[in-house]
């Protein structure tokens, strides 16, 4: 049998910083890359009131020979406070370590998740999706 697919979504983010209280997130300073959730810092330049606004797209790998497939998110560590959001479904803010089946919330194409994290302390470690075989 072959190995099923852990999907690292540790890398290739974007980051927008907004003002909190804002009217809308999207009315964002400027979009940012982010090589990795792992080096990213706040921006310090940004002072207390300030928000970031972390995310990524991604889609689902195919598998041949599968007829049913659940994902679970798995994420090792967020800096305090970080709220998830899928797909526009927020989660609330994530206690670590944390994992969750996010079956109904993906789909095979276009899927975004992220990340609303204020101007805080603290790192992104080992965020990924493990894909399990329905029982």
Avoid: H
Avoid at 50 to 57: F, S, V
Avoid at 100 to 105: L, N, P, R
């Amino acid at each position: 049998m072959s190995r099923l697919p852990t999907i690292s979504l540790i890398s290739n983010w974007t980051v927008d910083y907004f003002e909190d209280g804002a009217a809308s997130l999207y009315e964002f300073m400027s979009s940012e890359n982010v090589r990795s959730l792992a080096n990213w810092t706040f921006d310090r330049r940004r002072t207390e009131g300030w928000l970031a606004w972390l995310q990524k797209k991604f889609d689902l790998p195919v598998m041949n020979n599968v007829e049913c497939m659940n994902y679970v998110l798995e994420i090792d560590y967020v800096p305090y406070g970080a709220v998830l959001v899928i797909n526009g479904r927020e989660f609330g803010a994530v206690q670590t370590p944390f994992r969750m089946d996010v079956t109904d919330f993906i789909a095979l194409e276009d899927n975004r998740i992220a990340f609303r994290v204020a101007n805080t302390e603290g790192a992104f470690q080992g965020i990924r999706l493990v894909a399990v075989p329905c029982e």
